[in-house]
């Protein structure tokens, strides 16, 4: 009786992880497509066109690496996805991507719930910032090395 209890509480709980991020997910998606349209963001791409220079990117990836950073990859995934399958992102842009999420992601609500219970806000937020950002610049400078040796 109680395993049947815990899989119902499982399922419901899932179902109801599944539509929060749905309600997320979808109104960033049609946000995002209402933007491209009114050609915003080709405008804020351009005004953050240094980070894309940075670290080699195209500027169509500016604002999947800002949706990443600020929301997290749960949330920030359907619009790299989306991004990705309309082929707007390079396998370069894709790799560099992930790598800078992977250290960075969320980085405002993690930070908070992480101070939240006694870690230091700045010292946290600024060291995942620094390291996602040098790790990011030499895995770009890698990946550009081995892009020219096999075009060799």
């Known amino acids: 009786m109680d395993f049947m209890m815990y899989l119902k509480d499982s399922f419901v709980g899932s179902m109801s992880s599944v539509l929060t991020m749905g309600a997320i997910i979808i109104p960033l998606m049609v946000v995002m497509e209402i933007l491209k349209d009114a ?3 080709e405008k804020l791409s351009d005004r953050l066109n240094p980070i894309a220079k940075f ?3 195209s500027n169509e990836s500016v604002f999947p690496l ?8 749960a949330y920030g995934a359907g619009i790299i996805i ?71």
Not at 66 to 73: A, D, E, N, R, V
Request: hydrophobic residues 60%; proline residues 0%; negative net charge.
């Open 55 to 57: 670290f080699g990117m």
């Open 82 to 152: 989306d991004s990705a399958e309309e082929g707007n992102l390079s396998k370069k842009d894709l790799y560099v991507l992930v790598i800078f999420l992977l250290a960075c992601h969320a980085v405002f609500e993690d930070t908070l719930i992480f101070a939240a219970v006694g870690a230091n806000l700045w010292l946290l937020f600024t060291v995942r910032l620094v390291v996602a950002i040098i790790i990011s610049y030499f895995a770009a400078k890698i990946i550009d090395k081995r892009q020219l040796v096999k075009e060799d």
């Open 66 to 73: 800002l949706i990443g950073t600020i929301f997290g990859l």
């Open 39 to 41: 050609k915003v963001l």
